[in-house]
């Protein structure tokens, strides 16, 4: 079936404002990027995107010298300058017709982990083949994945692939910072023979990388010990269907079903075992993070950030205390997957997310933590107003009620004593440099930004 010409043009049009989509996006340029779509800036990344892709860092700086030299050796017919130009000018045309001769030609298949975790090291695989029967050598595969946020912690730099043949080779990351990123689309390039021009090879596509807050089990979450019936929630109930974990067994008793007989062990002892089971009940909870920052704070942390010769002036700043409520956040919900809780309600601000039960104890808790990725700062306080209304009936249907907390002010006391005075279980937890002075609540819990975001074991 024939195209529409029009229809054609407006997908290159589109692909065209779209920009080069193996082009690393920048911290300052990456909102212009992705969202303002003008053709003459969009032109302007083209252009800075294949200057990027066919010439290295050597052969940009020796266009700055090779004018130079150019300009003597047209002026002064005896200058020195004439053999070095004319050196030049055969080291580039060499350089061109051997890379031309043995560019690569490569089918190269890219293994990223769709989630990851801050701080921990993970491993991204590549397949390489190559089709010629010339080597590729001087390769570098995938330059542009290395992000301000992410960094290379061992593997490859740069590698070779045989004629004919098929490689494999693994990169190991680490994610610095937590959040969404844009991982561009991959590039097999190579420099051979003098690291002059380069010949590359796209691969993959444009994909998004979500890095998990740094989490860990927190052993002492609850305020009491005692086995899993002391600390079920509120709403606990048992698990619909084949609720039944086997126990052990027992010798048969009057009374016992049949359909509980361990046939086996009836065998090997002679005499009825019958089959135990044991009750698993689904606890549920709800979980709230504080984000409001007074709209003072904000201004302050952006006045720093332009004014600061340390910081750069395209690089937010990041509130340690709020990264630190993030990710205790995220090791409150790690710790009630383990305990076989369901978390209905995550609350980031004033922005509810529910995850509808099916019964079934959680298995992973990766919704939630998406949540928390790009979780941010607020000056709208969803614990003060018509919306803590709201927030503390939704978190009512949920059992338990862990809130997590930035500061000790009117509304945070105010808003738990709404929670208490409905008969709901909550634990509260603090997230603070210094405590705060007054009447604290015996159940409130304070913690330290350092001693979360080192990972010491959290006084609770």
Not at 196 to 216: D, G, N, W, Y
Not at 289 to 305: E, N
């Amino acid at each position: 079936m024939n195209r529409n010409p029009l229809h054609l043009v407006r997908d290159v049009w589109g692909k065209f404002l779209d920009g080069p989509q193996w082009m690393r996006e920048s911290h300052g340029l990456g909102f212009v990027f992705r969202y303002y779509r003008s053709p003459s800036l969009k032109l302007l990344f083209w252009a800075m995107a294949w200057y990027e892709r066919l010439f290295s860092r050597p052969l940009r700086l020796l266009f700055i010298v090779i004018p130079m030299f150019a300009f003597f050796a047209v002026f002064a017919l005896h200058s020195p300058a004439i053999p070095v130009f004319l050196f030049l000018l055969v080291l580039l045309a060499v350089d061109l017709l051997l890379g031309f001769i043995f560019r690569p030609r490569l089918v190269v298949g890219r293994d990223l982990p769709p989630r990851v975790k801050c701080g921990v090291a993970f491993d991204v695989n590549y397949r390489v083949r190559n089709l010629r029967r010339l080597p590729a050598a001087d390769l570098l595969l995938d330059p542009n994945i290395e992000l301000p946020e992410l960094r290379r912690v061992h593997g490859f730099r740069y590698c070779a692939v045989p004629a004919r043949t098929e490689e494999m080779f693994c990169m190991e990351l680490k994610a610095l910072k937590r959040g969404v990123f844009s991982i561009p689309q991959g590039v097999a390039e190579s420099s051979f023979p003098f690291n002059l021009f380069k010949h590359s090879v796209l691969f993959a596509r444009k994909e998004c990388l979500i890095v998990h807050p740094a989490s860990r089990n927190l052993r002492n979450l609850f305020p009491r010990g005692g086995d899993a019936r002391h600390r079920l929630s509120a709403r606990s109930v048992p698990r619909p269907g084949e609720s039944m974990d086997f126990y052990g067994c027992r010798v048969y008793r009057p009374g016992d079903s049949p359909r509980k007989i361990h046939w086996r062990a009836t065998a090997r002892y002679r005499m009825p075992i019958i089959k135990e089971y044991q009750q698993e009940h689904v606890s549920h909870a709800a979980v709230l993070l504080d984000t409001y920052v007074p709209r003072s704070r904000l201004a302050a942390g952006m006045l720093r950030s332009l004014f600061s010769l340390s910081e750069s002036l395209l690089k937010a700043r990041t509130d340690r205390t709020f990264e630190a409520a993030v990710s205790l956040t995220a090791s409150i919900a790690e710790t009630l997957t383990s305990m076989a809780y369901h978390v209905d309600l995550l609350a980031v601000g004033g922005r509810i997310s529910r995850f509808p039960s099916n019964g079934e104890p959680d298995r992973d808790c990766d919704p939630l933590l998406d949540e928390l990725a790009m979780a941010s700062t607020s000056a709208r306080d969803a614990f003060a107003g018509s919306g803590a209304k709201a927030l503390s009936g939704e978190a009512l249907e949920s059992g338990t009620v862990f809130v997590v907390l930035m500061r000790w002010d009117e509304s945070a006391r105010a808003f738990l004593d709404s929670l208490n005075d409905r008969g709901s279980q909550i634990v509260p937890l603090l997230v603070s440099p210094d405590v705060p002075e007054g009447d604290l609540p015996e159940n409130l819990r304070t913690v330290t930004p350092e001693s979360v975001l080192t990972g010491d074991d959290l006084p609770l």
